[in-house]
Structure formats: structure tokens, C-alpha cells
């Protein structure tokens, strides 16, 4: 190179370095906000620059919240802002640009770039904000560029012989290519099958040219080979190329066919169904009425011999006016309801139960409603029936309980007068020192314990029946402890020998809901049984057990054989070796029956020769008693008809 040339070139290297010296010193002279982020805490570990300046916030109220940026910008930018993470996340760095107020109340366009790295094995977030001179026409390519590369659909341009220009990142991975250099210049007719090429150009192309563009949906091929439903749009660029929106629609093709399939199903589904099924606008059209429907007023118009054709859709127009009443509360209020109505039909009497039922369709408001309605006149009149045999059984049992109850009462007393003058003539007896009287005196003890018997029998039998018919007895709170003190000790003081020992393991004030006088039935006959077969004493104990208390009475007497104890519950049973010891074999039974109405449950271990120990269980929460509903009653009807007051 020649001096003269160098001497040419010095010029233009002198205005090279200025210009690099002007560019540092405006750099220098922008303002910029740089920071560094720890990730997981999201705490600032560096945040220099004028804050205030480009978000409408303080340094320290962002160093206390570090998304609190976030409300300077505007609505659109900030939805845009908040899948920042995520794609730091997936690409480890990226551009933004927004707009934000800062606390002079002027709007500012900035551009915030961001990078990720772990350091030290801390996720560290680093970048820098700064004022956007959208000025300067060098930004303008970066934006477009930024904006098609990020896209989530398909972009490419072609030129007018259809030979790619551009494709975006979507594009590319859509047909499944790795890079832009595998299409760049290739015709789009490499991405269709022939049959699609054909179809696009026969077809699609003669719209694009009347109309400028096109919209819809085609098969596209992959570079493996496979094939996907795309949906594509295209329009024609003034320089004769076109330019390419498509997205993978494969999952809506598939869904869309899959909803076709599910609603063949519906239709087959409903058609099979035995009850007549109608679906109805809210304006009153039939959307969809099943085979059975048909069928069924097809029946009744045959029944009548009088409706055919038209006359049907009449005869629904006229008797089932309370119907589409129903229907329009339906709509409203989007609560089912279902009634029985009662008609004269095909010369018959008729009842239908209907359930109207609220339907959503493709929206969240109530479009259409479901009526299914069945004949159900032999099962209404069945219920009428098993109502009246309900009544009549209760009338039964309360006549039982009522007469039961006058007989044992009207035993006792000519009982008690008997026992009266046993007891006197056997005194009398006993002081007349007569030769005789030996004899007469064990004839009127044997009378007197019969007559015993008899008494016991007589109240077990009153407490019986009492017990099964106490449905109105309320459980009251009680304490557990004392309550059984109480009865136990009434029991050992009457008795001659002191042979009972109460054993209580329960939380210091344990309380449980009972009813107290059966209960008391409850351990009376569970300790007088125990005290019959035993001479040695009778342990009485309480405890609790995770969700249940117990109690168990335990005796070391003659036991109860093993082919015994399955029928040792059921009235008037008592076991084989029972001996001479008395008894009614009511006793059990009513503590089985009082276990039963709190809940609880008897178990019994007994071997012979060893003695018996009878455990009752019952729950720590006693089980409310709902209002009891006989299970043949008739439904009250929603219409103003009444199944039940019908004449069938």
C-alpha cells in the first residue's frame, strides 16, 4: 500500500474513533437499572440505578417486594411479564420490551434484558433495565423479529413461485425439521401429499386469487413422514408471495371426532332406553326424543283408536301444559324436579312419573331441559297398597303392645294378692306348731316361688315391651361412673351376702348419652344372672376403647355350654344346664335389645365349668335417630296431583 493510500485511509480510521468515543460516552450518559437476583428467594444481592425513574416506586419498597415492578407497567405488558420465569426457565436468557410509569408520572418505553446461571450453586438472575430509543431504526427488525420468533403459531413467507423466504422457530418444529436451512428455497409442495398438493391448488388457490386469502383446514406431512391435521391460513402479499399462519390441530380433529363418536353413542344409548327421554330448547323444540318416546305415544294413540299423526303433537300441546310450567321453573331456578301425573289416556288411567332436569350445552347458562317420564301406575298403586298394610301392621302392633301391656297389668294384681295371702297362710303356718303343718309349710314355699316366677315373667315381659316399642326414648348426657355406682350399689344392698365388686377404668368424668332405665334392665339382669350361677363374686367393670366404652360383667360359676350360646339371646331360651335356678329367659333378651337401641352390640365367652363374661360395646358418640319413614310410603307428588288420594 502506497503513503498516498494510507494518507486517504487516516482520515476515515480518526472519524472511526470518535464515533466509538461518542457511542461510550452516550452509553455512559444513558441511565440504566442493574441488578442481581437469587431466584428461589427472589431477595435483590445487587440493585443499582434510578429506580424511581422507570417504575412508580421506591428502591426500598423494591427491595421488600421484588415483583412490585410488576404495577408500573401497563395491563398488556404485565400479562406479558408474567410468563418472564418461565421462559428464563426454558431459554436461560431473555429480551423484553415494555412500557412503565415511573414516579414522575411519565410513560417510558424500556427494554429489559435478563440471563440466568447457577453460581455457587445458587440459581442468580442478573440483567438490566433501560430506556428504549425507539428512535433508532436498528430496534425496529429486532422487535418484528422478537414478535414472529416468538409466536406460538406457524409463520412463513414464500415467494410467487411458492419457494420459502422465511419460516419461524413454530414452523419449523411443527412439520419436524431442525432448522429454517432444511426449507429455505424449497417449495411448500414438500410438506403435502400429493393428494393435498392437488386439492390446495385446485381448490384453495382459485379462492385466494378472487378473494386474497383462505382459511381451513388440511392433512400436512412431516419430514418422518407422518401426517397431522393443520389448520392454515393464508394470504397473498403484494409482491404476488404468500405469506402462512398454521397451528397443529390434530388433538381438536381428534376431539371433534371423538365427540361425533360420543354422541352416536348418546343417541344409541337413549334409544335403548326402556323410558321415554325428551331434550328441549327453552323456546319449546324437540332438540332429540328417543325410540321409546315414539314408541310410547305411538302405543297410547292406538290405545285412544282416535289419535294418529298430528293429533299427537296436540294431545302434548294440551294435557301437558303443567309440564312446560315445570320445565320454565327448571330453566330458572337449575334445580331437578320430578312428579307424578295422573291422566286419563288411551281409555285408561294412567300415572307418570316425570323428571324434568336442567341441561348446560356448550355454555355455562341453562340451554335446553331433560324430561323422562315412565309409567309407573302398577308401582303407585303397589305403594298405595303397601301404605294401607303399613297402617293396618302399626295398627296391629300398637293393639299388641296395648293388649300385652292390659294383660300383664291385669296379672299383677290378682298376683300380688295371691302372694299377699301365701305370705300371711304361711306365717300362720310357720306359728301353729301343728304336727301338719311341716308339710303345709314346704307346699306354700313351692307355691310361693312359683308365684315368684310368675311375677318375673309378668315384669320382664311389661319391660320387653316397653323397650321395643320406646322409639320416642331420648338419651340423655350421663355420667357413666356414678350412674353405674348407683345401680350397683341399690343391687348390693338388697341382697343378704355383699357379692358384687364394680371395677371402673374410665376418663375422670366420661359422660355418654343413655337412656338410665334400660341401662339399669340392661346390668340388673346381666348381674342377677351372673349372681344365679355363681357363688363366688361377680366382677362389674367399665372402660373405653378407641371410638367405643364397654362394659362386661364376669362371673366364675357352671358357664354356658358351647351348643347353647347361639340361641342364649332369643326369648324364653335358657340354657341345658340351668339346673333348678329359675328364671323367665327374658333376660338376655332384653339386654340384647337395650344394647341394640344404644347403638351397641353383646359378646359373650363363656366355657363350661369356668364361668361366663358378657361384654357390652357401645359407641362414645351415640347415633342420632333420624325421623323414621316407613319405606312403603307414597312420595308426595310436586304436581297438584297426589298418587296417593287416587282411586286405583
Excluded at 222 to 235: C, M, N, T
Excluded at 356 to 380: G, W
Aim: proline letters at 3%.
Amino acid at each position: 500500500m502506497t503513503a498516498v493510500a494510507r494518507d486517504a485511509l487516516e482520515p476515515e480510521a480518526e472519524d472511526e474513533r470518535i464515533v466509538r468515543a461518542e457511542l461510550v460516552a452516550l452509553d455512559a450518559a444513558v441511565p440504566k437499572l442493574v441488578f442481581v437476583l437469587d431466584q428461589v428467594s427472589r431477595r435483590f444481592l445487587k440493585l443499582d440505578g434510578p429506580v424511581d425513574l422507570f417504575f412508580n416506586l421506591s428502591r426500598a419498597q423494591l427491595l421488600a417486594d421484588s415483583l412490585a415492578w410488576m404495577h408500573s407497567v401497563t395491563g398488556l405488558d404485565r400479562a406479558a411479564a408474567s410468563t418472564f420465569r418461565a421462559d428464563l426457565d426454558q431459554s436461560g436468557m431473555i429480551t423484553r420490551i415494555l412500557q412503565s410509569t415511573g414516579r414522575d408520572g411519565v410513560t417510558r418505553t424500556l427494554k429489559v434484558s435478563v440471563i440466568k446461571r447457577l453460581t455457587g450453586g445458587r440459581a442468580l438472575v442478573s440483567g438490566s433495565v433501560e430506556i428504549c430509543p425507539y428512535g433508532d431504526s436498528k430496534i425496529v427488525p429486532s422487535f418484528l423479529n422478537l414478535a414472529l420468533e416468538g409466536a406460538r403459531e406457524g409463520i412463513a413467507v414464500t415467494d410467487r413461485e411458492g419457494h420459502y423466504l422465511y419460516l419461524n422457530k413454530e414452523h419449523i418444529s411443527l412439520f419436524g425439521y431442525e432448522s429454517a436451512s432444511e426449507l429455505i428455497g424449497k417449495s411448500w409442495r414438500s410438506l403435502y401429499s400429493a393428494e393435498g398438493v392437488r386439492m390446495i391448488e385446485e381448490t384453495v388457490f382459485p379462492l385466494m386469487r378472487t378473494e386474497g386469502r383462505w382459511r381451513g383446514r388440511l392433512r400436512a406431512k412431516r419430514k418422518d413422514g407422518s401426517f397431522f391435521s393443520q389448520e392454515l391460513s393464508l394470504a397473498v402479499l403484494a409482491n404476488g408471495g404468500i405469506v402462512c399462519n398454521c397451528r397443529d390441530v390434530s388433538t381438536e380433529v381428534a376431539l371433534i371426532e371423538q365427540l361425533g363418536r360420543s354422541e352416536e353413542m348418546f343417541r344409541a344409548f337413549f334409544n335403548s332406553l326402556p323410558m321415554p327421554v325428551t331434550i328441549r330448547k327453552l323456546t319449546g323444540e324437540h332438540d332429540f326424543k328417543n325410540q321409546a318416546c315414539e314408541t310410547f305415544l305411538a302405543q297410547e294413540a292406538d290405545r285412544s283408536g282416535k289419535l294418529s299423526g298430528g293429533d299427537l303433537g296436540q294431545l302434548e300441546g294440551k294435557v301437558f301444559d303443567y309440564w312446560r310450567v315445570v320445565a320454565q321453573r327448571v330453566a330458572t331456578t337449575g334445580t331437578a324436579e320430578t312428579f307424578d301425573f295422573p291422566l286419563t289416556w288411551g281409555g285408561r288411567d294412567v300415572i307418570l312419573e316425570v323428571k324434568k332436569l336442567p341441561l348446560r350445552i356448550s355454555c355455562a347458562t341453562i340451554t335446553h331441559v331433560c324430561t323422562i317420564f315412565s309409567d309407573v301406575t302398577a308401582e303407585r298403586r303397589s305403594e298405595v297398597m303397601a301404605a294401607d298394610a303399613a297402617r293396618r301392621r302399626e295398627d296391629y302392633l300398637v293393639m299388641q303392645r296395648e293388649f300385652i301391656s292390659m294383660v300383664s297389668h291385669e296379672f299383677r294384681t290378682p298376683l300380688t294378692a295371691i302372694q299377699g295371702l301365701q305370705y300371711l297362710l304361711l306365717k300362720r303356718v310357720s306359728l301353729s306348731g301343728e304336727p301338719e303343718a311341716a308339710d303345709l309349710k314346704r307346699w306354700l314355699e313351692v307355691q310361693g316361688q312359683a308365684l315368684g316366677t310368675l311375677k318375673d315373667l309378668t315384669d320382664q315381659v311389661l319391660l320387653l315391651n316397653r323397650i321395643e316399642h320406646m322409639d320416642s326414648a331420648v338419651p340423655q348426657p350421663m355420667e357413666v361412673e356414678a350412674t353405674l355406682v348407683k345401680i350397683v350399689t341399690m343391687m348390693s344392698s338388697s341382697m343378704e351376702i355383699r357379692r358384687t365388686r364394680l371395677e371402673v377404668d374410665l376418663p375422670k368424668g366420661f359422660t355418654a348419652k343413655l337412656h338410665e332405665p334400660q341401662l339399669r334392665a340392661m346390668v340388673e339382669n346381666l348381674i342377677s344372672n351372673a349372681l344365679k350361677y355363681s357363688i363366688e363374686v361377680v366382677t362389674v367393670q367399665a372402660g373405653t376403647d378407641g371410638n367405643h366404652w364397654w362394659l362386661a360383667v364376669t362371673d366364675r360359676g357352671r358357664g354356658i355350654p358351647e351348643a347353647d350360646q347361639g340361641k342364649l339371646f332369643q326369648p324364653f331360651y335358657r340354657a341345658s344346664n340351668i339346673g333348678k335356678v329359675s328364671g323367665t329367659g327374658l333376660g338376655l333378651t332384653i339386654v340384647a335389645r337395650c344394647a341394640a337401641f344404644h347403638g351397641g352390640r353383646v359378646a359373650l365367652e363363656s366355657r363350661a365349668g369356668e364361668g361366663s363374661k358378657f361384654t357390652v360395646t357401645f359407641p362414645i358418640k351415640f347415633p342420632e335417630r333420624s325421623a323414621a319413614r316407613s319405606a312403603t310410603a307414597v312420595k308426595d307428588s310436586a304436581s297438584p296431583f297426589n298418587a296417593s288420594k287416587l282411586s286405583l
